[in-house]
């Protein structure tokens, strides 16, 4: 049997982010969770233009961390396209349509008072 290696948490943001840029996410938000929650290190909130394409990246990402790290992701959501949330342990990434991002705001919740998504990129 073959170890299956883990990534730490920056080793994972970084494979992540990759992943979401080749695949063309857009609006990509990383927030640091470190010493906020114990949920995860990192969140990664993004948007696909379509659920096809949230569906595709969240699918080419699960597969990804898979293959290249030995990371194995709990997702939800996949079927419908419109929010998917992948769970790494350590990461945990969104990926939503833009209609849905909006209605939810996570990055309100999390990003710290006074900084917007839109200083994150």
């Not at 073959?2 to 994972?12: F, I, W």
């Not at 929650?37 to 909130?45: F, S």
């Not at 569906?55 to 396209?81: M, N, P, Y």
Request: glycine fraction near 6%; include cysteine.
């Amino acid at each position: 049997m073959v170890p299956v290696m883990t990534a730490d948490s920056e080793a994972q943001l970084a494979a992540i982010l990759t992943s979401l840029d080749d695949d063309k996410a857009e609006d990509v938000v990383q927030i640091d969770l470190r010493g906020k929650t114990a949920i995860g290190d990192y969140m990664v909130v993004c948007s696909g233009r379509s659920s096809r394409q949230v569906s595709a990246i969240a699918e080419k990402l699960v597969d990804r961390l898979k293959q290249e790290h030995g990371v194995l992701a709990r997702t939800e959501g996949k079927e419908t396209g419109d929010w998917v949330l992948i769970d790494t342990g350590d990461v945990i990434v969104h990926v939503f349509r833009p209609e849905v991002r909006e209605f939810y705001q996570l990055e309100k919740m999390w990003l710290p008072t006074g900084q917007t998504a839109a200083s994150q990129v």
